[in-house]
């Protein structure tokens, strides 16, 4: 059974029945919004948008501080959406839909307005003598945001906030997988003050997406698959808009020979396996170093005894359902493939026979390599893949060589080792010590390299990226220009003149620099 279905319908929309992931039971019918309704949204942003820049952005920042305050009180309500579309484990769904949620509203609320006021530069050289420089921070207009299931609020909301902060509309559109989950986040800030039409969620599939994207916005964030992301920068460059793309990725983590194995392992666990695994900066390979290897996966294998499935234990489930059918084939196809190709399944590999839903058992594989796909490509699933490496600088080399690059992780006890080898990986970010938390930190600027994304979002970089930053440059005197036309060899010469008195006969160039 198909988490959604197509259904016939009298009207010109495309229609959905949607499926519970966690017993695979009819939970609704999806409308999805067509061509004609982005362009109304749309149009309806545009409209709502100037008044919204001209509002001062204090005043912007307590419609944050609004929101943040009916979060804590709906965080049930919010929490029951979420775990009903998708099957996450609840503490899964606190962690990353409403404490990530609240950090977000709390951190942009305080700091927007430092971020987005006008700035004075000092102009170099000569030229600074006569001219002032200054930058303001202009929204760009109407902003398409695609967001994926895997965070069904959190991703509307952290990027949505940045742009509306930012003095921007925003028409957003969560997976059809988790429709109404993405649509929480419209009405929390509607409940909170934010003026009609300043942000849009819209219910729909990939053609909703598709029509935003091609509907006259002014920037697209998007988040989701590779493939998409390619068809979501090729339609924004026939445009000449910007856009940011964050793309998943085959994250790797490093155990050196004197990590703390257990946290190691406790953090290896947790990599793989939150939110079911479906997770963009999951960990997805793991190198260990031999001397401690034995070590290591002994402790793992003791750890995944005490992890619970099944959402009869509330609070106390640790892995959730898979969000959707066809990530379920992708995580089967993968296990398969490894285990053809000679991996060692020491735990898990299969659906959970006990249980009714898309339960796939938290999984611990050795013997892998990086001929299986597994290791190559993004399973996205509750699936650990552990490699004997013979040393550190092996395990750097084998993180490095993949098509991905969004976030990994290192375990030593010596921090300055873990430094050195989280800059050395080819990767968006990394983490000493600790799972992938980069996206997590509201300052830390998130982005992909390689196949895993273009540009970056969050932290005073990403607010920004919701505007134009316009340079203004100020004449300080007045009075005759200097450089007015005719031109002369009188001119020229003294050009001449000046460069070599700036540059060549005195330090002076270099001090006004």
Known sequence: ?????????????????????????????????NEEDVAAAIALARQAQPAWAATPIRERAKVAERALKLLLERQDEIIDTVVAETGKARTDAMSMEIFSVADSLCYYAKHAQDFLRPRKRRVPGIVGIAKQLRIVYKPLGVIGLITPWNGPFVLVMNQAVQAILAGNAVVAKGSEVTPYSAKLAETLLRDAGLPEGVLQVLLGDGDTGAAIVRGGVDKVSFTGSVATGRKVAEACASQLIPCTLELGGNDAMIVCADADLDRAADGAWLGSCMNTGHYCCGTERIYVVESVYDEFLRRVLEKGKQIKQGNQHGWAEDVGAVFWDRQMAIIEAHVEDARDKGATIHTGGRRNPDLPGLYYEPTVMTDVNHDMDIMRLETFGPVMCIQKVASEEEALRLANDSEFGLNGNVWTKDKDKGY??????????????????????????????????????????????????????????????????????????????????????????????
Request: proline letters at 7%; one cysteine or more; hydrophobic letters at 35%.
């Open 420 to 513: 050195r080898l989280a800059a050395a990986i080819d990767t968006g970010a990394c983490s000493v010590n600790d799972m992938a938390l980069s996206y997590g930190i509201p300052a830390a600027p998130f982005g992909g390299r390689k196949q895993s994304g273009l540009g970056q979002v969050n932290g005073k970089k990403g607010m920004r990226g919701y505007c134009h930053e316009m340079p203004i440059v100020i004449d300080r005197f007045g009075g005759k220009m200097p450089n007015a036309y005719p031109n002369s060899v009188k001119s020229a010469e003294g050009m001449r003149k000046m460069m070599d008195f700036l540059w060549r006969k005195t330090p002076l160039g270099r001090w006004l620099a």
């Open 1 to 33: 059974m198909a988490i959604y279905e197509p259904i016939e319908s009298d009207d010109s929309r495309r229609h959905l029945r949607l499926r519970s992931p966690l017993t695979l039971e009819p939970s609704g019918e999806l409308v999805c919004a």
